[in-house]
């Protein structure tokens, strides 16, 4: 059995200015490094066997940070959704550059793609060979991205990508499940009470969400 450990990466610039990342590559900003460092607090007693990334820096950063002397091993499988045309843009400034091409992504990804980005298809396709090619056995973590969890729990659930995006990924949220030869059995899905501790805040759960925080 495979006891695996997922997380999303902490949060950069274009995180917090609400830019869609895809395969643009900016790093972690302060606010990042310190939510990093609350999931290193988190997972401090906890042994991984290995470790993967993404090979995306934002995601590499988080790794290094949330699980120090263990070697981070990236694959470029793990990416996020390639956004083409949008990278770098708000989702008002994608609505003005291509009218209501954005809202008929989010509405039906498996239809429409950004412009000179990737489809549904080609994502949920590499994600699932990253996933197929990880260990059968022992304890390991994954950080990636919002967009490539939804792709793992939609291959997991049985359900769209469309249906996960009424799961919310936070920065640093933790998603837990155990691999069998013939099967899944999903433990937990964004626990972030390691990054509300001490705020006052309530723990992030599953919510639906307006279209322009789903996947970035």
């Not at 900003?29 to 990093?36: C, D, P, T, W």
């Not at 390639?82 to 509405?107: K, S, V, Y």
């Not at 590499?126 to 090619?133: K, M, N, T």
């Not at 939804?150 to 933790?174: D, E, K, N, P």
Request: negative net charge; charged residues 25%; proline residues 6%.
């Amino acid at each position: 059995m495979l006891r695996l450990t997922l997380a999303r990466h902490a949060s950069t610039e274009w995180n917090e200015a609400g830019r869609y990342q895809g395969w643009s590559d900016p790093p972690l900003s302060g606010k990042g490094r310190r939510e990093a460092e609350r999931l290193c607090a988190r997972l401090a007693g906890e042994t991984f066997d290995r470790v993967f990334a993404s090979d995306l820096l934002r995601a590499r950063e988080t790794a290094e940070i949330a699980a120090p002397g263990v070697p981070v091993e990236t694959d470029r499988r793990l990416r996020e959704l390639h956004f083409g045309a949008w990278e770098g843009l708000t989702w008002d400034e994608c609505a003005a550059r291509d009218g209501d091409l954005p809202r008929r992504w989010a509405a039906d990804p498996a239809s429409v793609a950004p412009p000179d980005g990737e489809t549904a298809a080609e994502f949920e396709a590499r994600v699932a060979g990253a996933l197929d090619d990880l260990p059968t056995e022992g304890s390991v973590l994954v950080v990636s991205h919002a967009g490539t969890l939804h792709a793992v729990l939609a291959r997991w659930l049985g359900v769209t990508l469309r249906q996960t995006f009424a799961l919310r990924i936070s920065a640093c949220g933790l998603t837990r499940a155990e691999v069998f030869p013939d099967g899944v059995r999903v433990l937990c899905v964004n626990d972030t009470t390691h990054m509300t501790a001490g705020d006052g805040a309530a723990p992030a759960g599953p919510v639906a969400l307006p279209a322009a925080e789903r996947v970035r």
